[in-house]
């Protein structure tokens, strides 16, 4: 282990996660802005776009999320996804 990656152990997983926070709003706000355009386009009285596609949205970021964050140790230590 180099002495960098001593003295900042978190550096790279608070950047991973800072990176995967920005992604989760940036998602979200085009979700938004593509929902009210197709609602805006069909001309339906309930916004259903709006509420449905940032869903969808985030259920798939929830699951990445879990997909990426849950990893699991194999006998000999290493990890195995």
């Known amino acids: ?25 940036v998602s979200l706000g085009i979700a938004l802005f593509v929902g009210y355009k197709i609602d805006k386009w069909t001309k339906l009285n309930i916004p259903l776009f709006v509420w449905l596609l940032p869903l969808l949205v985030l259920c798939v970021i929830i699951y990445k999320l879990i997909k990426e964050t849950s990893t ?10």
């Open 1 to 25: 282990m180099s002495k960098q990656q001593q003295k900042r152990p978190y550096s790279s997983d608070l950047m991973r996660y800072a990176g995967m926070g920005g992604q989760i709003f």
């Open 72 to 81: 699991r140790k194999e006998d000999n230590g290493e990890k195995k996804t």
